[in-house]
């Protein structure tokens, strides 16, 4: 797949607002940006560890993937984030692999990356995302 790094760690949260004082006065991380992804009922807010970001991941709305992930399980780490150069490329060479897709093709996500994600039924129960700058 040829995956250059870990580009995020995405973790479900009730509210980024409850949040911000752990990572910022805790962890002494800025947040950098905050933005709604409408298309998945989603708020997002960015920091940066060195290169590998943390996305908290607050639900804009009840029927969202993530208000649903949290009322099952809680707030906690919801998926990781690998880089790869070419993400429809990566998921043809998983499918071909046996790994099921939640996604078909890229999708718009935060930032501006083009996203799509593994079933965690096929990748040892970690929901798996696969990003690409554009």
Known sequence: MNI???????IAVKSIADCLPYY???????????????????KTAFFKAGQTKIELL?????????????????????HIAFAVPDVAAALAEAESKGVQLIDKAPRGGAE???????????????????????
């Open 4 to 10: 250059s790094h870990i580009e995020h760690i995405g």
């Open 24 to 42: 910022e006065n805790v962890l002494g991380l800025k947040c950098y940006n905050i933005e709604e992804v409408t298309d998945q009922k989603v």
């Open 58 to 78: 607050e639900p804009a709305s009840e029927d969202s993937t993530i208000a649903k992930f949290i009322e099952k399980k809680g707030e906690g780490i919801h």
């Open 112 to 134: 501006g990356l083009n996203i799509a994600f593994l079933h965690p039924k096929s990748t040892c129960s970690v929901l798996t995302e696969l990003c690409q700058n554009n």
